[in-house]
T-cell receptor, first 113, second 114 residues
Framework: DAGVIQSPRHEVTEMGQEVTLRCKPISGHNSLFWYRQTMMRGLELLIYFNNNVPIDDSGMPEDRFSAKMPNASFSTLKIQPSEPRDSAVYFC???????????FGQGTRLTVV | KQEVTQIPAALSVPEGENLVLNCSFTDSAIYNLQWFRQDPGKGLTSLLLIQSSQREQTSGRLNASLDKSSGRSTLYIAASQPGDSATYLCAVKLGGGSNYKLTFGKGTLLTVNP
């Protein structure tokens, strides 16, 4: 397996634009995590899916953020409209349930100007 | 609310030196603690996982200890090498209904100079 695949690797967008980040988890994994990493706040859990169902989205900072998992092999994190303070590295991770056994993707570095 | 702190934020050492990275957490009711390595532009790679009932775990030149009652963990790296240069993060997992959550520290950026 190629591991957790995220796209794009880098995204630069203007304030107010819609941004969509994509994640393909490892085949067979039933848990998917979206994290955000910033210098100020470190790595934070945004949302957790189990069997394609959002279990906990309490980490999603604002209504501008939304996430979907239409099937077991694909998830998206959307920001609309984007703001400069959304600039961060966004990671997707997947596991067979236990977060300590999760595999991380390489992340998407988002810059909003 | 669980908070995880890592000190120092950055550390630079000469090759061959033994070193210790520190991690502290505010709520001792953890299920386990995990150390990760993060290379620039890459995701996190798990290094060591210590269950709350354990005192330490070892893997090669790495040794992680856990003192749950005092809310501390250390990662000891023996005979450091330039290839050890990376950011090291610790994370704690709570038990019970939040057992899918990891709370991360901000990391220690380690540079090992040849």
């Amino acid at each position: 397996d190629a591991g957790v695949i995220q796209s794009p690797r880098h995204e630069v967008t203007e304030m107010g634009q819609e941004v969509t980040l994509r994640c393909k988890p490892i085949s067979g994994h039933n848990s998917l995590f979206w994290y955000r990493q910033t210098m100020m706040r470190g790595l934070e859990l945004l949302i957790y899916f189990n069997n394609n169902v959002p279990i906990d989205d309490s980490g999603m900072p604002e209504d501008r953020f939304s996430a979907k998992m239409p099937n077991a092999s694909f998830s998206t994190l959307k920001i609309q409209p984007s703001e400069p303070r959304d600039s961060a590295v966004y990671f997707c991770a997947s596991s067979l349930g236990d977060p300590t056994e999760a595999f991380f993707g390489q992340g998407t570095r988002l810059t909003v100007v | 609310k669980q908070e995880v702190t890592q000190i120092p934020a950055a550390l630079s050492v000469p090759e061959g030196e033994n070193l210790v990275l520190n991690c502290s957490f505010t709520d001792s009711a953890i299920y386990n603690l995990q150390w990760f390595r993060q290379d620039p532009g890459k995701g996190l790679t798990s290094l060591l996982l210590i269950q709350s009932s354990q005192r330490e775990q070892t893997s090669g030149r790495l040794n992680a200890s856990l003192d749950k009652s005092s809310g501390r963990s250390t990662l000891y790296i023996a005979a450091s090498q330039p290839g050890d240069s990376a950011t090291y993060l610790c994370a704690v997992k709570l038990g019970g209904g939040s057992n899918y959550k990891l709370t991360f520290g901000k990391g220690t950026l380690l540079t090992v100079n040849p």
